[in-house]
């Protein structure tokens, strides 16, 4: 036998796929992986195609895409935790405030998560255009939300 027949047949060469079922902690993370892909893609369309956004680098667009995720997430949490307060109490008033809170606080973050993006990033993510780039804001959002339920919806089709 040969030295480099006798050296492979020494390795242990891990699986390329695995059987094994993932974690729970490998799905957060590839969820969360493949969102911020998602959001990178989508940001960097956007600042590609559209005069009205602008990132200076792909480094700069990555780490904003990162941001707008974990502002994203905790939208959702705060939103899920106001909702909670509401669920168990009967009444047609308890259901409006339910609704008119998780609208308020989904609504208003985007403010929010614009104004912590012009914080970290300053002049290197712009969002131009009517009322100080609000508006082309929540579209760059509302596409970015629906490109992740796309692919989540690929994703389970495919089982």
């Known amino acids: 036998m040969s030295t480099i027949e006798d050296a ?3 390795l242990d060469f891990p699986e390329v796929a695995s059987a094994n079922a993932p ?10 992986f493949t969102a911020i ?26 780490f904003a895409a990162i ?13 899920h935790q106001v ?6 109490k009967p009444g047609a008033m308890a259901k409006f405030l339910r609704i008119f809170c998780a609208w308020l606080i989904l609504f208003s973050s985007k403010f929010v998560i614009l104004f912590a993006i012009d914080l970290v990033f300053g002049n290197n993510v712009l969002f131009g255009g009517p009322f100080h780039g ?13 490109s992740e339920e796309l692919v989540v919806r690929f994703y389970r089709r495919l089982a």
């Not at 005069?51 to 667009?61: D, K, N, Q």
């Not at 941001?67 to 939103?79: C, D, M, R, S, Y």
């Open 83 to 88: 909702a909670s307060l509401f669920k168990g």
């Open 37 to 62: 892909l998602i959001d990178l893609v989508v940001l960097s369309l956007f600042a590609e195609y559209w005069s009205l956004v602008t990132i200076e680098s792909f480094t700069v667009a990555l």
């Open 134 to 146: 609000v508006v082309v804001f929540i579209a760059v959002v509302i596409a970015i939300l629906a």
């Open 67 to 79: 941001l707008l995720q974990l502002l994203l997430k905790l939208t959702l949490l705060v939103e």
């Open 23 to 32: 974690s729970n902690n490998q799905q957060l993370f590839l969820r969360y």
């Open 8 to 10: 492979t047949s020494e």
